[in-house]
């Protein structure tokens, strides 16, 4: 039976060592973040926006491509005062078509803004020194897309488009003072001004 207790013991300072040295990066925080979307892929939903043509697609055809402004989630919907507002710096000899007939339509001119993506951030690295906020090492990984359409009387009078194919960041986060650097703001002498 004292066998038993020192091989069970042995075992156990084993596992311990090990995880020290290999630094337990499985036990690290993972985020995955997914839009909800009919797309599974950037190339889907670039393809969906080919589609879409100013001033002949109408919502229910965009909604066959898979921008359904009912059902799917994330959407922005923009009025004709926020259209004016984040075109105000375009000259009006670069601004299109789209957005002056916009602009005229007022009220009845409506700017719809779906953005799909696949987000995933995984921590990775020593477990010991990210938990003690001494280095942390993030992947970030993924694809985002943002589809702006402006629609007049049901028909899209305009699009506009920014993607991200393929999103892929290291971040190292490095705390000399592990987790004392979040305090060291406490300790700062505050200035005294006259």
Same mark, same amino acid.
């Given at each position: 039976?004292?066998?038993?207790? +020192?091989?069970?013991? =042995?075992?156990?300072?084993?596992? /311990?060592?090990? %995880?020290?040295? *290999?630094?337990?990066?499985?036990?690290?925080?993972?985020?995955?973040?997914?839009?909800?979307?009919?797309?599974?892929?950037?190339?889907?939903?670039?393809?969906?926006?080919?589609?879409?043509?100013?001033?002949?697609?109408?919502?229910?055809?965009?909604?066959?491509?898979?921008?359904?402004?009912? +059902?799917?989630?994330? =959407?922005?919907?923009?009025?004709? /005062?926020?259209? %004016?507002?984040? *075109?105000?710096?375009?000259?009006?000899?670069?601004?299109?078509?789209?957005?002056?007939?916009?602009?005229?339509?007022?009220?009845?001119?409506?700017?719809?803004?779906?953005?799909?993506?696949?987000?995933?951030?995984?921590?990775?690295?020593?477990?010991?020194?990210?938990?003690?906020?001494?280095?942390?090492?993030?992947?970030?990984?993924?694809?985002?897309?943002?589809?702006?359409?402006?629609?007049?009387?049901?028909?899209?009078?305009?699009?506009?488009?920014?993607?991200?194919?393929?999103?892929?960041?290291?971040?190292?986060?490095?705390?000399?003072?592990?987790?004392?650097?979040?305090?060291?703001?406490?300790?700062?002498?505050?200035?005294?001004?006259?």
């Amino acid at each position: 039976m004292n066998i038993n207790v +020192s091989g069970n013991l =042995l075992l156990f300072t084993l596992l /311990v060592t090990t %995880a020290i040295i *290999t630094g337990c990066a499985a036990l690290l925080p993972r985020t995955t973040t997914i839009s909800k979307s009919p797309w599974k892929s950037y190339r889907e939903v670039v393809d969906a926006y080919d589609k879409v043509i100013p001033n002949k697609s109408s919502l229910s055809e965009i909604r066959k491509l898979g921008f359904d402004i009912y +059902s799917t989630p994330n =959407l922005k919907i923009l009025s004709y /005062v926020d259209i %004016a507002v984040a *075109t105000s710096t375009l000259k009006r000899d670069v601004a299109g078509d789209g957005i002056e007939a916009c602009l005229r339509a007022r009220g009845i001119c409506t700017g719809y803004v779906f953005e799909p993506q696949v987000y995933i951030s995984n921590r990775y690295g020593n477990f010991w020194l990210d938990t003690f906020n001494f280095k942390r090492k993030t992947l970030e990984s993924g694809w985002r897309f943002r589809a702006s359409f402006l629609v007049v009387d049901s028909v899209v009078v305009e699009k506009f488009w920014y993607g991200e194919p393929l999103v892929n960041m290291d971040k190292e986060v490095v705390n000399p003072l592990g987790p004392l650097q979040e305090m060291s703001g406490i300790f700062a002498v505050p200035k005294i001004g006259l």
